[in-house]
């Protein structure tokens, strides 16, 4: 059966201010753009919608998030927008109530930038609240925790333990005792000791995520939830049981990312970027160069302008990050690279500039996830190198508390500069880095065009020349996501023939004042001509 939709402003984003009042949706495909008058005509059969005058979209890709991890986060203690310790302590507590002697504590999203103490958090604060479960809260950024006496002494951690490579344990300075801050692979440490998950409770936070994204507009995820080597089989097959069309799976385009330690379970499952099905296809093989400008972890040239001698974390040693980079681009698969500082942006084009050298590959969209804090140079090489910059346009709204102080009045010109990659001629691709920051794309399309948080601060916006025009970050969204995993051809902006993946909007983006583009509702969200949510 086809469906007639009209009486709606249908906004191509094939290109600026085109629009049309009706669309048909056949097979899951879009079958005819035009007038009402004329498709009703042409197709005398089709259902018709009547949308009452509001605003559809291509479907939006959220080109960066970790969805199996967030859906999980959407049962653990919520610490985002917490303003002060005393605040955080008193959640822990309230949770702690809740729980049985010895069950682990798991939250996220503090950051101690908002704290009134102007501290981070440390073991102590929660031994005194919680001293009889295991408790582990993960910073906003996800590149830092802290954890309580309980779980370090469950983990077998001590003054004695050294820092592990690519993390650091941060240390009481007159003492030398642990504080219970974690940061990037010191993490691991605790984590490895966490009950793992049942399959079904794995499935249940998945779906949860899924009606989630739906909500939110999504029709398509990047997806970073394959860690650790020994995890791809068991992800994989989460994925497959959920996602899809048949019995009870639940349509939406996933590309999973995999990261670079399970490459060979890839190799030996017969996959390579782009292969799977309609709904789940593999998709890059993902390396960390650093950590986060949050937690003082990302790599920078020069040092952090509020920590003299500290330059961030390198993940990988500077010659394993190019032979993973190598190995990955040789091996057929898309390569994409976290970097948030400068060196480790400078570090990932490096790593894929010789791939490239060794085996040149036209077309092949490899990305840097974040590009952070960037030079004049490192974005005309971006451009050079064809590297798809994946960018988290929600991450201003947060970082711009801190952003100038991490990195000084210099440097941080280049920090989040969007409009600069996009004058340059560098691919964008649009995501939320969820759980890290909210899922709805709305939140991420306010602050691109606005360069504010959601309290429409600072006045005039940060760092103001890098804003980007709605027109611009709706198709960053859309289409930039559709271009970064190989499917430009088959969605990302409304024309005969593509998949059929929309978002009706209860107002109109291009119309609304700035400010309220963080309040755009989502009325329906379609894949593959379905409607998933309403």
Not at 29 to 38: E, K
Request: hydrophobic share 45%; net charge negative.
């Amino acid at each position: 059966m086809a469906l007639l939709l009209h009486n709606g402003r249908f906004y191509t984003l094939r290109k600026e201010a085109e629009w049309v009042e009706a669309l048909v949706v056949a097979d899951g495909r879009i079958a005819a753009l035009g007038t009402a008058r004329d498709l009703a005509r042409e197709f005398p059969r089709a259902e018709a919608v009547d949308l009452g005058g509001r605003t559809v979209t291509p479907g939006l890709t959220d080109s960066h998030l970790h969805l199996l991890a967030y859906g999980q986060t959407l049962t653990q203690l919520e610490l985002k927008g917490v303003t002060s310790l005393r605040e955080l302590v008193a959640r822990v507590r309230a949770r702690a109530a809740t729980l049985a002697p010895g069950e682990w504590l798991l939250g996220r999203g503090w950051d101690q930038d908002r704290f009134a103490e102007g501290r981070y958090p440390n073991r102590w604060d929660l031994d005194a609240v919680a001293p009889d479960n295991p408790v582990f809260l993960r910073r906003a950024c996800g590149h830092a925790a802290v954890a309580n006496t309980r779980a370090l002494e469950l983990a077998g951690l001590s003054r004695e333990t050294a820092d592990p490579p690519g993390g650091r344990l941060d240390r009481d300075p007159a003492t030398g005792e642990l504080t219970g801050v974690l940061r990037e692979t010191a993490q691991e440490l605790v984590t490895a000791h966490i009950p793992e998950p049942t399959p079904e409770e794995l499935a249940r936070a998945l779906r949860a995520a899924v009606r989630k994204a739906w909500q939110a507009g999504i029709t398509a995820v990047h997806t970073h939830d394959v860690w650790s080597e020994g995890e791809f089989g068991t992800v994989w097959e989460l994925y497959a049981a959920v996602i899809g069309t048949e019995g009870d799976r639940m349509p939406l385009r996933v590309y999973l990312d995999v990261g670079l330690q399970a490459l060979a379970e890839v190799q030996a499952a017969g996959l390579v970027t782009g292969e799977g099905h309609e709904y789940l296809r593999l998709g890059a093989i993902k390396l960390f160069a650093d950590g986060s400008l949050g937690a003082s972890t990302a790599a920078l040239y020069a040092d952090y302008a509020d920590e003299p001698g500290n330059r961030g974390v390198l993940i990988w040693p500077e010659a394993e990050l190019t032979a993973g980079i190598r190995r990955a681009h040789a091996a057929g698969m898309q390569v994409a690279v976290h970097a948030i500082g400068d060196r480790a942006v400078g570090l990932a084009l490096e790593g894929i500039a010789a791939a490239l050298d060794a085996s040149p590959r036209p077309g092949h969209r490899h990305r840097v996830i974040h590009c952070q804090v960037l030079t004049t140079e490192l974005i005309r090489r971006l451009a050079e190198l064809e590297v798809v910059a994946d960018i988290q346009p929600r991450f201003v709204a947060t970082d711009m508390l801190w952003a100038e102080q991490r990195l000084g009045k210099e440097r941080v010109r280049l920090a989040y500069a969007w409009r600069s990659l996009l004058a340059q001629g560098v691919r964008l691709a649009c995501g939320s880095d969820a759980p890290v920051e909210p899922i709805e794309p709305a939140l991420g399309i306010h602050a691109a065009v606005t360069r504010q948080d959601e309290q429409g601060r600072p006045p005039a916006g940060w760092l103001p020349e890098q804003r980007l025009t709605v027109y611009e970050t709706l198709r960053a969204f859309a289409l930039g996501g559709a271009y970064a995993d190989f499917s430009d051809q088959e969605r990302g902006t409304l024309e005969v023939g593509k998949q059929a993946d929309l978002v009706v909007f209860d107002r109109d983006p291009f119309a609304v004042p700035p400010a309220e583009l963080k309040e755009l509702g989502v009325e329906l969200t379609m894949v593959g001509g379905q409607v998933v949510y309403s």
